[in-house]
């Protein structure tokens, strides 16, 4: 049954909301709303939507018709695994040695998932949240309110990231206090390799907001903002985006690239 139907933005044209009878039934014709996207009650297989939005087990979930009946993709707010558990945690690896001992703030200017933000903000930095995927925005605004609540969040009078939804280019643009850093990680182009999967989240990622195709103008506008460093994340096997960085540190798989900026807010 269809609950509701709205026009459909080209970005969730692949995208329905789905209501199961838990919960609220206003909170899902407002997401609806805000996504303009179809509303249902259930799902079958004459449906053209690939991807659903529902809240199960107290979080805002994102599914594929083949796994609505197992557990689906949030934004997970928790501790990374063997990370401690106090706040703020200790500023070593790769990501913390790129963003720089004098960072305080820092602009995450593609949040996808918000790992990387989550990241920061647990490393003690000020952390800006860019997403302009109307959906993810929907999904990192859910995880976001969820860590607010946490007991370490309340006792320590903790503010989760600031989320802002919209085009990075035009927001950096007109921010009105400038960031030490800036920090991207665009999509870059799969490797074509059989042997590498990617992540079940990343895959969806790109089914739903597809390549970040203006990635080069968007690392033009963070060099021109970022008063100290913008930082790069991408796969080993993927050309600078801007040319030779400053300096590079290594991951595993990925590496983080840093350009030094002199722009004076």
Known sequence: MRLKTLNSRPCASKLAVLYEQNGNLVNYQQLASRLSVPLYDTVVADKLETFFLTWRDGSLKLFDKESLKKDGLAVEIEHRQGEQRSWPIAKTGALAQA???????????????????LAMFRMGYEVQSIERSSIMAELLADGFSRLSKLDWMQQLNLSPPKLIQGNAIEILSNLP????????????????????????????????????????????????????????KSPNYAEPLGGKPNESFHGKLLRYDVYLTQNKG
């Open 99 to 117: 963003l720089g001992r004098k960072t305080k703030t820092v602009v995450d200017a593609t949040a996808g998932w918000g790992q990387d933000s």
């Open 177 to 232: 206090d400038q960031p030490d850093c800036i920090y991207l990680d665009p999509m870059f182009p799969p490797k074509r390799k059989k042997s590498a999967l990617a992540k079940k989240a990343i895959v969806v990622l790109r089914d739903l907001v597809g390549d970040d195709m203006d990635k080069e103008l968007l690392f033009a506008t963070a060099l021109k903002t970022a008063g100290k460093r913008v930082v790069v």
